[in-house]
Structure formats: structure tokens, C-alpha cells
């Protein structure tokens, strides 16, 4: 269950968050490798937001912003800042009060994936990756951190090690708002989701993968939950 995990959800903080973040967490951690990506991203965010829709309207040039350095710094060069930051919100539960560098980015994130799926809209969606997981059916899982998945089944370029059938009713279609605008049809899943594993198959548009997990979604588990005003 990745009881580690950075989950905060700010279920019933999210305007003292969003404050908080503004006037404390942002201005202590927009510096170094943050600093960096934060910046690149300025311009994806400016695109981004001019051609925002409509029923996304309450979507800051800040969502937007955290959405496009997450997209577009899983390559090349800026790939190491991805992975950390995909690992500090894997592991950093104990630190979150503390030492925890990402504040800013990890709520703007969840607050743009609450945004995007303010109805809770469940879709089927695809994951794939070249790490070996080993969970068995009818286990309780989570990814643990922001989990990159999409619609289309044939992102190949990911990995065919473990691939994964996703019915997520917490993540949300991240639409134009990506680095690489639809092309990808992402769908990013946040850490507290919780997924009962149903089955371990063969899926006909998957057939590539070396084993594939059907994933349903079982509601969330939050156990930093608003923990900053605790």
C-alpha cells in the first residue's frame, strides 16, 4: 500500500493549502533543480492557459504550470528531477512537516487532478512500465505516487515488462494542458488512490506485455490528509 506515501488529499483545506503554498512553500522551494524545471515550464503554462476550457476555469496558471513541468521532464536531461520527485512522494511521509522539498508542486497537482475530475468520473486506462510488480489478485494496492497512465493502450515507448488495465474514479484526463498537449491521452492517478486487483491476464490490445494487471478502483486512503494544520 506504499504507506510512505506523501498523500495528502487537502479534502477539507484546500483554500488554507493553496494559501500556504502561495505565501510560504513556494517562495522557500523555487530554487535549485525545482527552481529550474519551474522555469522551463513557464512558457508550456502561458500556452497552456490562454486555451483553457471553458469548465476549467477555476485551473490557476500555477495548475497549469506544475502540470506541464510534471509532463515534460520524464526525458533527457531534466528526467533525474522527475524521478526524485517521484520519490520523495513515494517515501517522504515521515518528512512531510519537515524536510519535505515538493509542497508546492505535489498540491498544485492534486488540486489540478481534483479540478479536472471535480465528478469523480471513473475511466479505463492504460500503464505500462519495464519495472517487475509482483501483487497478487484481490491485494489492496497504490501506486504511491502520481501515476502517469492513458487512454490509448499502445503507449509501447513505456515499457511492456508490466502493463496495467486501470478503472480509475480519482485520476483525471489531463486533456491539452501537458507539455505535449493530447498526444499521450494522459490520465494522472493520484497517490491515495487505492486499486483492488482483479485479475492477472492476457488483454488483446496489451498482448505485448509480458504480464498485465486488471486494477478497479477502491476508493482512497489519505493518511496526510490535511496533516499541515494537525
Known amino acids: 500500500m506504499v504507506e ?29 533543480k525545482f527552481g529550474d524545471v519551474w522555469k522551463k515550464a513557464k512558457t508550456c503554462a502561458k500556452n497552456r492557459f ?43 511521509r515521515k518528512k512531510y512537516c519537515t ?13 489540478a487532478i481534483q479540478i479536472l475530475n471535480k465528478n469523480k468520473n471513473c475511466s479505463t486506462t492504460y500503464r505500462r512500465t519495464n519495472v517487475v510488480f509482483t501483487g497478487k489478485v484481490n491485494q489492496i ?12 493502450s499502445n ?21 491539452k494542458y501537458p507539455r505535449l498537449k493530447d498526444i499521450e491521452q494522459e490520465v494522472l492517478i493520484p497517490p491515495y488512490e487505492m486499486f483492488k486487483i482483479t485479475e492477472t491476464i492476457s488483454v488483446e490490445n496489451v498482448s505485448d506485455c509480458e504480464r498485465v494487471y486488471i486494477l478497479e478502483s477502491a476508493g482512497v486512503q489519505s493518511n496526510l490528509d490535511c496533516f499541515a494544520f494537525k
Open 141 to 152: 494496492v497504490r501506486f504511491g505516487t502520481f501515476a502517469s497512465s492513458s487512454l490509448s
Open 4 to 32: 510512505d506515501a506523501v498523500d495528502d488529499m487537502y479534502f477539507d483545506c484546500n483554500a488554507r493549502m493553496a494559501d500556504m503554498v502561495n505565501k510560504k512553500y513556494f517562495r522557500k522551494e523555487n530554487k535549485g
Open 155 to 175: 503507449m509501447t515507448q513505456f515499457g511492456n515488462k508490466t502493463c496495467f488495465k486501470i478503472t480509475t474514479c480519482f485520476g483525471a484526463f489531463l486533456k
Open 99 to 111: 524536510s519535505f522539498p515538493f509542497h508546492s508542486l505535489h498540491f498544485w497537482l492534486t488540486s
Open 50 to 92: 490562454t486555451e483553457k476550457d471553458k469548465e476549467d476555469k477555476a485551473l490557476t496558471i500555477n495548475h497549469i504550470q506544475a502540470i506541464c513541468v510534471y509532463t515534460g521532464n520524464n526525458a533527457g536531461k531534466d528526467k533525474n528531477f522527475y524521478q526524485e520527485f517521484n520519490d520523495a512522494v513515494r517515501t517522504k
